[in-house]
């Protein structure tokens, strides 16, 4: 059966959670036995509990049915590169909600989760153009070679994006970068809910550059019903 995909405006709706809900996820993350993803990223797993039951029927309510795929929180130190969430299962990609729960240092509205124009409907993938070394992508393919990126734009790092790369990208190389282009950033804005497609190319600016130790967020992620 052929995968069906969407492509829908990334939205970000401020407050979304309550302070009490946001001091109940820190503290379950901080009290919970961690996966280790990598030297940079670790993550809880909430899928099943009632919190995060609770929460897909709100989330229902405001974005129409789907079926969970997971749920966590997770940790990290250093910025996710460009990658997109899909799943290298088959399955038809649907939305995913990022909530900022909590940063150490700096301010949030420096640091950012950045979307971009481009899809990527092939798996789960991360994305490091023009790269002859093998890197550490976890679950995820590696390309280095962008011909069945969606999309594609040249340029646009070098002249209508060249300012917000050198403030918020710093850490990924240009030729990574290539072909792509800015679509949104919003701030890491804590409480806040972001919503996006799984297919999306997104990347973290360098929060580190911010003052920014760690942040902590938790995700959903999605599939049609």
């Not at 039951?53 to 969970?68: A, I, S």
Request: charged fraction near 25%.
């Amino acid at each position: 059966m052929q995968r069906t995909f969407n492509e829908t405006e990334p939205q970000q709706i401020l407050n979304y959670l309550n302070s009490s809900d946001i001091k109940y996820l820190v503290e379950l993350f901080k009290n919970s036995s961690k996966k280790i993803n990598s030297n940079i990223l670790s993550h809880i797993s909430i899928k099943g509990t009632d919190y995060a039951d609770q929460l897909v029927e709100r989330l229902k309510k405001d974005f129409g049915d789907f079926t969970l795929r997971s749920a966590t929180i997770w940790e990290a130190t250093e910025p996710h590169n460009i990658h997109n969430n899909d799943r290298l299962e088959t399955g038809n990609p649907h939305l995913g909600f990022v909530f900022p729960l909590y940063h150490e240092g700096g301010v949030d509205t420096d640091a950012k989760l950045i979307f971009l124009r481009q899809y990527y409907y092939n798996g789960a993938a991360k994305f490091y153009g023009g790269e002859t070394e093998e890197r550490d992508v976890y679950y995820n393919q590696l390309i280095t070679d962008y011909k069945d990126v969606k999309y594609k734009e040249n340029g646009m790092w070098s002249t209508t994006n060249k300012s917000f790369k050198e403030k918020y990208l710093p850490q990924i190389k240009d030729r990574w970068l290539e072909g792509l282009s800015l679509h949104t950033a919003f701030p890491w804005a804590v409480g806040s809910m972001m919503k996006f497609d799984v297919c999306r190319l997104h990347v973290a600016s360098d929060f580190r550059k911010a003052g920014i130790k760690r942040k902590i967020g938790m995700a959903l992620f999605t599939e049609k019903p």
